[in-house]
């Protein structure tokens, strides 16, 4: 596993978008995983920048987002899909046919969870999967449990997942308690990972990610020791060492 330590998001923003553009350049058809959050915000960001000065071109990218809530439709302003339009897909010249968010509204959201892992998989899943980490360590929607999905699927929000999340809605009842996700196996498929962590409220996750010498799947970040090509990039806030 690969560490880099910044000293400021700005700085942890600018390196995320140099292995993305990096990536783009080496295989201008990558298949990007994306995530959402607030953590990537500083990424898509200076991605806008670079594909306006130029430097990075999206025409041949496709692109797989992690995960999106049950129940909301791709123009609420919550929703994944929006997220991805307004920070990035908007702004550069990916094909918007070849951008795919799981659809939160599907009639039949098993259904939807399957269509999708089949889709992420006939396109040979991500050649490089952007993660961020959720407080009580999950990934995409993958939450601490006994047992982790190894598809796409349904995934149940924790109570700290919806409290924790609850600052981009009204109340927390708002908050929409299932999401579809990607599982561990669909994201572990991805041929390289790169993880993102700000801010104080993930020094624990991290902590856990680089200390122990053991995985968990009640802190599922923990199992990116058992993938091999995985950077790690924290601002001062989240480092814990
Ligand atoms: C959300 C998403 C994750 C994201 C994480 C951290 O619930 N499902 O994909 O990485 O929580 O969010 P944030 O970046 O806002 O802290």
Same mark, same amino acid.
């Not at 046919?97 to 939160?104: E, L, R, S």
């Not at 919806?162 to 996700?181: C, Q, T, Y």
């Given at each position: 596993? !690969?560490?880099?330590?910044?000293? +400021? ?43 306006? *000065?130029? !430097? ?6 496709? $692109? ?57 998989? +006939? ?7 952007? &993660? ?8 995409? =929607? ?6 982790? =999905?190894? @598809?796409?699927?349904?995934?149940? &929000?924790? @109570?700290? $997942? ?6 981009? =809605? ?6 929409? !308690? ?9 994201? =572990? ?7 993102? %962590?700000?801010?104080? *409220?993930?020094?624990? %996750? ?15 970040? $923990?199992?990116?020791? &058992? ?9 001062? @806030?989240?480092?814990?060492?």
């Amino acid at each position: 596993m !690969k560490v880099i330590h910044c000293k +400021s998001y700005e700085e942890m923003s600018d390196a995320a978008a140099k292995i993305m553009e990096e990536q783009i350049a080496k295989k201008p058809d990558s298949v990007l995983g994306l995530a959402t959050g607030s953590t990537p915000v500083g990424l898509y960001a200076a991605l806008r920048r670079d594909y306006a *000065a130029g !430097k990075v071109d999206f025409s041949k990218v496709t $692109t797989v987002n992690l995960d999106e809530y049950c129940g909301l439709a791709g123009d609420h302003p919550q929703s994944y899909r929006f997220f991805m339009q307004d920070n990035l897909f908007d702004h550069v010249n990916v094909r918007p046919d070849h951008t795919f968010v799981p659809v939160g509204t599907a009639k039949d959201l098993d259904a939807e969870a399957k269509r999708y892992e089949k889709l992420v998989a +006939s396109l040979g899943y991500a050649d490089l999967q952007l &993660l961020g980490v959720g407080p009580n360590g999950h990934i995409g =929607f993958n939450e601490p449990a006994e047992e982790l =999905f190894l @598809e796409t699927h349904v995934a149940p &929000l924790t @109570e700290t $997942t919806i409290r924790a999340n609850a600052r981009f =809605f009204n109340s927390e009842d708002e908050v929409p !308690k299932r999401a579809l996700s990607m599982g561990m196996g669909t994201i =572990f498929a991805a041929r390289r990972i790169m993880l993102l %962590a700000n801010g104080a *409220a993930k020094r624990e %996750a991290i902590k856990a990610l680089l200390t122990k010498d053991t995985v968990d799947t009640k802190c599922p970040v $923990t199992l990116l020791h &058992l993938h091999q090509d995985v950077t790690v990039i924290c601002d001062d @806030e989240a480092w814990p060492l």
